[in-house]
């Protein structure tokens, strides 16, 4: 099992940058494969980017792509979502997930077993 907490979100404007961080307690935390998701108000939680390998092999979702950048610090057990350029179509509220298995679709939030209380993301015009 493995615990989630998510930070960094907050209020801006657009063109601004915030950078989110997850803190993973729990069991092995190097074993899991971490993503990001998020979800506005009346939509469907849309995957943003994953990582694994220990930070060797990330990908992106093309609405953030070039834009987003996640890292992770393996001493600290914390994943990073580096946000520049931001546009009010970034507003939402932003999920750390994370899951035990390779392969699957990697953007499918079924595929993720646990998941943070997540943290607010606000861009404004």
């Known amino acids: 099992q493995v615990q989630l907490v998510e930070s960094g979100g907050g209020s801006v404007q657009a063109g601004g940058s915030l950078r989110l961080s997850c803190a993973a307690s729990?069991?092995?935390?190097?074993?899991?494969?971490m993503a990001w998701f998020r979800q506005a108000p009346g939509k469907e939680r849309e995957w943003v980017a994953h990582?694994?390998?220990?930070?060797?092999?990330?990908n992106y979702a093309d609405s953030v792509k070039g834009r987003f950048t996640i890292s992770q610090d393996n001493a600290k057990n914390t994943v990073y979502l580096q946000m520049n350029s931001l546009k009010p179509e970034d507003t939402a509220m932003y999920y750390c997930?994370?899951?035990?298995?390779?392969?699957?679709?990697?953007?499918?939030?079924?595929?993720?077993?646990?998941w943070g209380q997540g943290t607010q993301v606000t861009v404004s015009s």
């Open positions: 997930a994370a899951r035990k298995s390779y392969g699957g679709s990697w953007s499918s939030a079924y595929e993720y077993n646990y």
């Open positions: 729990g069991n092995t935390y190097s074993r899991y494969y």
């Open positions: 990582i694994y390998l220990r930070g060797r092999v990330t």
